[in-house]
Nanobody
Framework: QVQLVESGGGLVQAGGSLRLSCAAS????????MGWYRQAPGKQRELVAA???????NYADSVKGRFTISRDNAKNTVYLQMNSLQPEDTAVYYC???????????????WGQGTQVTVSS
């Protein structure tokens, strides 16, 4: 199994910045892609940003120009730099990884526990 450990959430004023990190650990796996999702109260979970092992990225329209996703493949870690935060960004942020398990050649999605991001107005 693969474990995802997130860090970097917290409380910030509008206009401020936060940097989220997500590190994957386990054995005999290859990460095809990693991403960040978020879920606000009363709303469905949505994709914020994603990145492949080759470096291709996708962003939600609401965060383009403000958020940047990056990765360190050697450390199996993905980062989300969040600038110009707004109250509308308040949500629980979840790390996701699409993983190939080398020993079984099975592919599956793995999720972190989530980290709270709160932006005050």
């Amino acid at each position: 199994q693969v474990q995802l450990v997130e860090s970097g959430g917290g409380l910030v004023q509008a206009g401020g910045s936060l940097r989220l990190s997500c590190a994957a650990s386990g054995s005999s796996f290859h990460i095809n892609a990693m991403g960040w999702y978020r879920q606000a109260p009363g709303k469905q979970r949505e994709l914020v940003a994603a990145i492949t092992s080759g470096g291709s990225t996708n962003y939600a329209d609401s965060v383009k120009g403000r958020f940047t996703i990056s990765r360190d493949n050697a450390k199996n870690t993905v980062y989300l730099q969040m600038n110009s935060l707004q109250p509308e960004d308040t949500a629980v942020y979840y790390c996701n990884a699409q993983v190939l398990i080398r020993t079984t050649l099975r592919i599956g999605d793995y999720w972190g526990q989530g980290t709270q991001v709160t932006v005050s107005s």
